[in-house]
């Protein structure tokens, strides 16, 4: 049984363009989370979705920033414009249904850098 | 908002001894609270999870304890390792369900354990 897979691993992008980050949660699982950790900082939480759902989106900057899980393949993190705020490192993690035990299965994350 | 303290950035420890981890909190009881470990240039992974009903959880080497009046847990590894040297991470859930499954994380130990 696969993990949870993200894409690309490393991401470089220069400021203004744009970044896309990719997710595939472990088989069965149906929730999505994003984190992002900054240097010496801990995990904060961006955005809770389920397959075409934004569940909560409270840890997510206003602008530049959005999230999607469609109904088919991998949740997609997107961030246009980038700054050089932006660079951290980004990771997704999924759960089974509603209902189990709590704990998140973590992806090894993607590292953005923003030039 | 609710607040996670880890109170030590980095602990160093002998092989053969035990590490201990402390994580306050602030504000409300969580459901649940996680303990991850995080190598460096990997996500956290999930290491044990302890209810708000359960005083204390062992796995292998592994102990947590759980005190709701002291808005705390300790982390215990005996008999540590070399290969235990990594970034401990506590987290905590308001709930099981929805947006009180979201975690908050602390900044994480760094353990060090010496051969």
């Known amino acids: 049984n696969a993990g949870v897979m993200q894409n690309p691993r490393h991401l470089v992008r220069r400021r203004g363009q744009e970044a896309r980050l990719r997710c595939s949660p472990m088989?069965?699982?149906?929730?999505v989370y994003w984190y992002r950790q900054l240097p010496e900082e801990g995990l904060k939480f961006m955005v809770y979705?389920?397959?075409?759902?934004?569940?909560?989106e409270s840890g997510m900057p206003k602008e530049r920033f959005s999230a999607e899980f469609p109904k088919e393949g991998p949740s997609i993190l997107r961030i246009q414009q980038v700054v050089r705020g932006d660079s951290a490192a980004y990771f997704c993690?999924?759960?089974?249904?509603?209902?189990?035990?709590?704990?998140?299965?973590f992806g090894p994350g993607t590292r953005l850098t923003v030039t | 908002s609710q607040k996670i303290e880890q109170n030590s950035e980095a602990l160093n420890i002998q092989e053969g001894k035990t590490a201990t981890l402390t994580c306050n909190y602030t504000n409300y009881s969580p459901a649940y609270l996680q303990w991850y470990r995080q190598d460096p240039g990997r996500g956290p992974v999930f290491l044990l999870l302890?209810?708000?009903?359960?005083k204390e959880k062992r796995k292998e080497r592994l102990k947590v304890t759980f005190d709701t009046t002291l808005k705390q847990s300790l982390f215990h590894i005996t008999a540590s390792q070399p290969a235990d040297s990594a970034t401990y991470l506590c987290?905590?859930?308001?709930?099981?369900?929805?947006?009180?499954?979201?975690?908050?994380f602390g900044k994480g130990t760094k353990l060090s354990v010496k051969p």
């Open positions: 979705l389920q397959k075409e759902n934004i569940i909560d």
């Open positions: 088989k069965g699982h149906s929730h």
């Open positions: 302890i209810r708000e009903n359960e």
């Open positions: 993690a999924s759960s089974p249904p509603v209902g189990g035990p709590g704990e998140q299965y």
């Open positions: 987290a905590l859930a308001k709930g099981y369900g929805g947006s009180q499954g979201n975690l908050i």
